[in-house]
């Protein structure tokens, strides 16, 4: 087993931890809108604090309990075309998977090739996970790669048949490896303004855990 820092949250129904930086003596209030509940947060950079909070590969995730979900989508038209941004969820309303194929799909070119890479905090739930395989099944042209930070649930047998019948349905699936983190980190990721762009530092048991995950998601397929 993994061992896991105890960082609870204060407002971990949120799954945010309300202090900034870690390192830095005095505590920062995340600026926020305040958002209307369930709602879908979109955008192209996440803030540092939610990033460094979950995405972290821990293995019991309490208060880690939104979706965030990075994504690439590369069109193979007659001129390529690359998107990029990310999405959130407050996981009342739909997930943030289900608000991808919702929301940021539709918007790119209809009858194209798309190839799709999303980064995500955690691995879909069963929902979820079915709502991926009937994209890919009616979308020939749609070729998915999902990276996740962890695995959720997953020592539960529907769990893991739905994981199983993801790969069946043409999902690749793969655990986010430290190089993964540090890409979302480059990409996706928002630095404080006027500060020069802060190199990715990787947490402790970032590999032993990636290793870990890894072992299990290959069990399970």
């Known amino acids: 087993k993994m061992a896991e820092k105890q960082e609870e949250p204060s407002n971990a129904q949120n799954g945010e931890p309300d202090n900034a930086e870690e390192g830095e003596g005095k505590k920062k209030k995340v600026k926020r809108e305040d958002l209307p509940p369930f709602e879908i947060v979109t955008g192209e950079r996440l803030p540092a604090i939610f990033f460094k909070f979950q995405f972290r590969n821990v293995e019991y995730s309490s208060g880690r309990n939104k979706t965030f979900l990075c994504y690439v989508v590369e069109t193979q038209g007659k001129e390529p075309v690359t998107s990029r941004g990310y ?3 407050e996981h009342a309303a739909a997930h943030a998977e289900m608000a991808f194929f919702n929301t940021i799909l539709p918007t790119c070119q209809a009858g194209a090739r798309h190839d799709v ?3 995500v905090s955690s691995s879909p739930c069963v929902t979820c996970a079915q709502r991926i395989c ?3 099944r009616k979308n020939k042209g749609l070729r998915l790669t999902i990276m996740v930070g962890r695995l959720f649930m997953w020592e539960e047998p529907e769990m893991q048949a739905a994981l199983r019948s993801m790969k069946e349905a043409g999902c690749k699936l793969r655990i ?3 190089q ?3 890409y979302v ?3 996706f990721v928002e630095q404080e303004e006027g500060e020069e762009a802060k190199s990715f530092v990787p947490w402790e048991d970032i590999q032993e855990n990636f290793l870990y995950y890894e072992e299990k998601l290959a069990e399970i397929l």
Do not use: C, S, V
Request: net charge negative; proline share 6%.
């Open 176 to 178: 986010m490896k430290p």
């Open 134 to 136: 009937e994209a890919l």
């Open 185 to 187: 980190w480059k990409n």
């Open 180 to 182: 993964d983190f540090e």
């Open 87 to 89: 999405l959130e969820d």
């Open 117 to 119: 890479t999303w980064y």
